[in-house]
């Protein structure tokens, strides 16, 4: 009998460490992983924090994304649609480190957080702001913006 208890629980924690280990991977927002488990470099060395975004169907992929005022972040942006995408941040001021592969984006400012992507790339971008607040991002394609693919930064 206390054998058989054994088991129950022992299968029990198993099952819930497995449900929890699931339920942390397949959140939507992000926070920014270890830069030391990505391969990052800009002048100075590794970023603070390194964010993914994937772009599909019309969705940014987490859609609210956290970061810390002061910080240097890397932002990469994976293009997993037959059709370009971009993502700019509204309002948000920024000072870029190293240098950019954040494609060309008609009308983008230096200081302005933007990443244009031709369909099925990549591209990425290195910065710091202390900018902090809440700021939407979008696709500036025409039609994107309203067909959803829009999200939320945070810089606190």
């Known amino acids: 009998m206390l054998k058989k208890k054994t088991v129950v629980w022992t299968l029990g924690l198993g099952l819930m460490s497995l449900i929890l280990a699931a339920s942390a991977a397949c959140g939507e927002s992000a926070q920014g992983t270890d830069p030391k ?91 710091r702001t202390d900018q902090k607040g809440t700021y939407q991002f979008y696709c500036t394609l025409p039609g994107h913006k309203d067909a959803g693919m829009v999200g939320q930064m945070s810089v606190v």
Request: charged fraction near 20%; aromatic fraction near 2%; proline fraction near 3%.
């Open 37 to 127: 488990s990505k391969a990052a470099s800009h002048e100075g060395g590794q970023p603070d924090v390194v964010i993914d975004v994937s772009l599909k169907n019309l969705r940014f992929t987490p859609n609210l994304v956290e970061v810390e005022a002061g910080k240097t972040v890397q932002m990469n942006v994976t293009n997993m649609d037959g059709a370009e995408h971009d993502m700019l941040v509204d309002g948000l001021r920024i000072e870029k480190v190293g240098d950019a592969m954040n494609g060309d984006h008609a009308g983008a400012m230096p200081d302005m957080l933007v990443v244009h992507t031709m369909a099925n790339e990549n591209g990425s971008i290195t910065f």
